[in-house]
């Protein structure tokens, strides 16, 4: 292992280090007094925020005889994964800090799911990618349980832990397949086996395999079902983690595997692309439409994660129609979705945690007149929602046109039906977003007392709120980083 | 910064403003947007006067140079002016004013705004800054965001300022809208990836569409169906459930009925314009040859419009309904007059617009006034009320004259256009119903003024009050509008037709016009 390893695996080495150094510190600390734990991961994200742009680190390369990889598009996702990391432990402070044990390990467990999520954006080949992944799900199987004196958190463990099995066993099965046609379970092997003009049927079948089982992670039909019962038992920091940070684990490898399996010059491009356009189809369908009658927001916020994955997917099946070549405003769309979604889906759950922080209610009616009890809270999740189901000006609207849009490139008109059921569901959605809205602004509150939010929420509130409406207004800036991102994956998937 | 981007810049920063203010704060939290709707009403009046001496050369020159936005998506912030817009910019500045008075000077705090000023003013503002996007923007990207800008506050605006069934129909409002929107966005989007194909570069601006769409590729047929005729149909039908166009018109009477009275007047005056606008901004230029295919469609479908919207209207029993319904009969007109593909009618239909949005904001700014002492709005009810309210009254016969077409309102000029625009593009049976329709028009109008306003006096309304002193302002103001236009439309029609006329020579130029049209027309003008 060379010096040049290390550099590129800095921040994940730091990352390690710090995870199992919250660990010790916590041993140290007198219970009732475990606060500093959540300031050491907040600043830990911060760290590895700022090493991302390290020189050693943002210049890219290969390691690690060629399983570690450092591109664009790994570098893209560590900083939206700081970014989430940043955000839910802010947010957890307000829940975790108030449990009577555990502090430690919470954030130990959240921590080691970031390096997760920090693996999965880097990995170069399918066993790495196996392992990586297997790092999100198991500390996710523990945070969801956390609470184990309550069934519905230990249920939700459970129920992670069976379907996350479940697709695990297909995820690899998937991969065997790719093995036996192959060879290798090198991505560099794989694409240029695949860039060459091969098409066994056994490699496609390893391929949508694989696509089906990191679904899992994704929130994509089939493998959706544990969502809204996890959202709604799991606590709701780890919901909100797991609604955002598991997700763009998920998305990262499809893209990885996307650049694998659809190359320019590829011919499983066309049949990867029906499946996509019919996931993506299935899952905004079947996520819109369960969202309708849900009563609890977290479960609402579940079917809506379903439904956000089913529009990034229509992204997927558009840059997997365009091979990387040409248009590719799809993937572009979905990166950009993906970091606006950090920022939306998180806002929404700060309001979450603390409005049953004050009511200890989950339910949607318990939010009946909040804009009176607390204007701030009111309007921050009125625009996270309204983003969420793409409304200007918020940055949800820019994230939902350019991926609706790319569906509607008359080069590839096989993605017109998905699109016009991308532009059905848009509707639908702002249905059941303005039931909460409604709930929000025109009810009257069932009782009348003012709800309290600390000084460090209403930052974070604001400051998300303005990120809304800003990259609403301009998102210049962060569609120029996903196009760049995804030039650079061109560039290298025709190499 | 240019001047055509203030109009947007201008209540976005008082929106943005307002935000900082405390709501305790109320005569800061009223006197922002006032002083952001005169603020605007002055710049539209200096616009409009330029129109009328420079015309279009001198509308030409406020253009600023397109600012990129989104560079690898081709958007960018580009503004322009025509006589269309200008027009239509001076509506909104007329309304906007009005409106933002008639909330403040409200006759009590009961009802319309008292509750939570701050943020009915913030959506109100929000609103305002899309209207004036759609009417300006000449990038279909920010159109379509303008667009959504202007519908979606409108949900909070009814459901929570609103009276009856205000949360059934906000939200049928925002649904009908937005998937209007929706299918108007497809269009958009065959737009946007067919000039791409042509130019060879992704742009979203509409003159770069224009000039794609005179080469003959951008017609090339689209996995057989004709690109023109189905581009168009898209853009027309999603624009049209925002025009009210029957069948597609239900959300929009008991959309008026249930806002407030700053909502309606918002709402029955500009918002229904965006569609008839988008459809003569976007829908015309683009596809000259779909527009001459599916317009004798249309001028059959404004038909409807027109009669069954004002039967319906005489049906009603609430005042605000009755309004309502005459408004879709109205726009009726507007869409016969874009249907008729000619100078003068299509001039007749962006003046009505104009018209029609001045009238209608008067009745529902009149309406509001009374209902906000009586709380009621059902006609047998009421009775008599001039007695209580000798100016509101007054008010309220005029705007039911100027509604119903008589000599000396704007409304009767327009509409005087737009029967012989139809005439002329040989719609004659069509034009002869429409002379009909003015007379169902007056009969629900003056029914309506004679049953609340006249008649023995009704003790049981003896508490409430009329205008007085500033609270006449906006009534006056708009009916002088109303009058001044009326009176003397020369030079309004003149900017209008000048903005108009390069869009209808490009429909009347195809040959599917020749098909539809010409021959009728050489009949109507006694050629052949």
């Given amino acids: 292992m060379n010096a040049s390893v290390l550099h590129l695996m800095l921040p994940e080495i730091v990352l390690t280090v710090a995870a ?44 690690l005889a060629g399983c570690f990889t450092v591109d664009p598009l790994a570098l893209f996702f560590k900083r939206a994964f700081c970014v989430t990391g940043f955000l839910v432990f802010l947010i957890s402070r307000e829940y975790v800090d108030d449990l009577p044990q555990g502090q430690g390990e919470f954030y ?103 696509f089906l089982g990191l679904g899992f ?51 499983l ?168 809205v409604k709930r929000i602004y025109v009810f009257e509150p069932r009782s009348p007392e003012p ?37 650079q994956l061109a560039l290298a998937a025709a190499r | ?89 001076l509506l909104t500045s007329i309304v906007l004013f009005a409106g933002s008075l008639v909330s403040i000077y409200a006759p009590s705090t009961h009802t319309g705004i008292g509750d939570r000023p701050k943020t009915f003013f913030l ?79 992704a742009t979203f601006h509409m003159d770069d569409v224009l000039a794609a769409s005179k080469l003959p590729a951008f017609n090339a047929p689209m996995h057989g169906v004709d690109f023109q005729n189905t581009t168009f149909a898209l853009l027309f039908l999603g624009f049209a459930a925002i025009v009210p166009m029957w069948p597609f018109h239900t959300w929009s009477p008991i959309g008026h009925a249930a806002a407030p009275a700053a909502g309606s007047m918002m709402h029955a005056g500009v918002l229904m314009k965006l569609g008839a606008y988008a459809i003569l901004r976007i829908a015309f230029p683009s596809c000259p040859s779909g527009a001459a295919h599916w317009l004798p469609w249309v001028a059959i479908i404004s038909m409807a419009n027109i009669v069954y919207g004002g039967y319906v209207a005489m049906a009603q029993r609430d005042m605000k309904f009755v309004i309502g319904f005459s408004s879709s009969s109205h726009m009726g007109y507007t869409l016969l007059g874009l249907a008729s593909a000619s100078v003068m009618g299509v001039t007749g239909a962006v003046f009505l617009m104009f018209a029609h949005g001045v009238m209608t904001a008067l009745a529902f700014a009149l309406i509001g006034f009374f209902y906000d002492q009586t709380h009621n709005r059902h006609i047998p009810d009421l009775g008599g009320l001039s007695h209580q309210l000798p100016f509101i009254g007054t008010c309220f016969a005029l705007m039911a004259m100027a509604s119903a077409g008589v000599p000396g309102f704007a409304n009767f000029a327009s509409e005087f256009m737009v029967m012989l625009g139809a005439w002329q593009a040989g719609f004659k049976w069509q034009a002869v119903i429409a002379v009909f329709g003015v007379v169902i028009s007056a009969v629900y109008l003056l029914r309506a003024v004679r049953d609340a306003f006249f008649g023995p006096r009704n003790p049981r309304w003896d508490k409430i009050h009329d205008a007085h002193g500033l609270q006449k302002l906006p009534y006056v103001f708009l009916l002088a509008v109303l009058l001044v236009f009326g009176c003397y439309p020369k030079p309004i029609t003149d900017v209008i037709e000048a903005g108009v006329k390069p869009i209808v020579e490009a429909v009347q130029a195809t040959t599917e016009f020749k098909g539809n049209y010409a021959d009728r027309i050489e009949i109507a003008e006694g050629k052949r």
């Fill in chain 1, 20 to 63: 199992l150094g919250v660990m010790l510190w916590d041993l140290w600390l007198p219970a009732g007094k475990k606060s500093p734990l959540g300031w050491a991961s907040i600043a830990i994200c911060i760290a590895l925020f700022a090493l991302t742009f390290l020189p050693e680190v943002a210049k890219g390369g290969t390691g």
């Fill in chain 2, 123 to 201: 959506l109100f503002l929000a609103l305002v800054t899309g209207v004036y996007g759609v009417f300006l923007v000449r990038d279909l990207f920010f159109f379509y965001f303008s667009y959504e800008l202007a519908v979606v506050p409108m949900y909070l605006l009814i459901g929570v300022w609103g009276s009856k069934d205000r949360e059934y129909a906000a939200m049928k409002l925002t649904l009908y809208l937005t998937a209007g929107a929706m299918v108007a966005l497809a269009g958009i989007l065959f737009l946007y990836f067919r000039t791409w194909e042509v130019l060879g570069q």
């Fill in chain 1, 108 to 210: 130990t467990l959240s921590l080691l799911a970031l390096l997760g999520m920090f693996l999965c954006s880097s990995v170069a080949d399918f066993m790495s990618l196996f392992v990586s992944l297997e790092v999100v799900t198991v500390s996710f199987f523990v945070l969801a349980a956390f609470r184990r004196e309550r069934t519905t958190s230990v249920e939700a463990g459970l129920k992670l832990l069976v379907i996350g099995s479940l697709s695990a066993g297909i995820l690899l099965y998937g991969i065997a397949f790719v093995y036996g046609a192959v060879g290798s379970v090198s991505f560099a092997d794989i694409r240029h086996y695949v860039a060459t003009g091969h098409i066994e049927p056994e490699l496609l079948m390893g391929a949508v395999l694989i």
């Fill in chain 1, 269 to 436: 491009s066309s049949e990867l692309t029906a499946f996509f356009a019919l996931v993506a189809a299935l899952t905004l369908v079947y996520g819109n439409l369960g969202a309708i009658p849900q009563t609890n927001i977290k479960r609402l916020m579940g079917y809506s994660s379903i439904a956000q994955c089913g529009y990034i997917l229509i992204g997927i099946a558009a840059a997997s129609a365009s091979q990387f070549e040409g248009n590719t405003s799809g993937l572009s769309g979905a990166l950009f979705y993906m970091a606006a979604y950090v920022v939306t889906n998180l806002a929404a759950f700060a309001v979450v945690l603390i409005v049953a922080k004050a009511t200890g209610s989950h339910e949607i009616d318990d939010y009946a007149g909040l804009a009176r009890r607390s204007p701030m809270l009111g309007a921050s999740l009125a625009c996270a929602l309204l983003s969420l189901a793409g409304v200007p000006p918020f940055i949800g609207f820019f994230g939902k046109f350019m991926l609706l849009g790319s569906s509607f490139d008359l080069a590839h008109p096989e993605l017109l039906w998905v699109g016009a059921i991308g532009f059905v569901t848009v509707v639908i959605a702002l249905y059941y977003y303005l039931l909460v």
């Fill in chain 2, 1 to 89: 910064m240019d001047f055509l981007s203030l109009f947007v810049i201008v209540p976005a920063v008082a929106a943005l403003v307002l935000v900082l203010v405390p709501e305790r704060q109320k005569a800061l939290v009223s006197a922002i947007p006032a002083l952001a709707a005169a603020t605007c009403l002055a710049m539209a009046i200096w616009l409009m006067k330029g129109a009328m001496t420079g015309g279009e050369e001198w509308l030409a020159t406020l253009t600023p140079p397109r600012i990129p936005w989104v560079e690898s998506l081709g958007i960018t912030w580009s503004v322009g002016c025509d006589g269309i817009s200008a027009a239509m910019v």
């Fill in chain 1, 217 to 267: 992670k994704t929130s994509a039909v089939p493998l959706h079902v544990w969502v809204p019962d996890v959202y709604q038992g799991s606590p709701t920091p780890v919901t909100a983690y797991l609604s955002v940070g598991s997700k763009l684990a998920g998305f990262v490898l499809v893209v990885r595997c996307l650049t694998v399996f659809a190359p320019p010059g590829g011919e």
């Fill in chain 1, 451 to 487: 709800l309290a939010v600390t000084g460090r929420m209403k930052v974070v509130l604001v400051l998300a709120v303005a990120a809304l409406i800003f990259g609403g207004i301009a998102p210049g800036f962060l569609v120029r980083s996903a196009t760049e991102v995804v030039d």
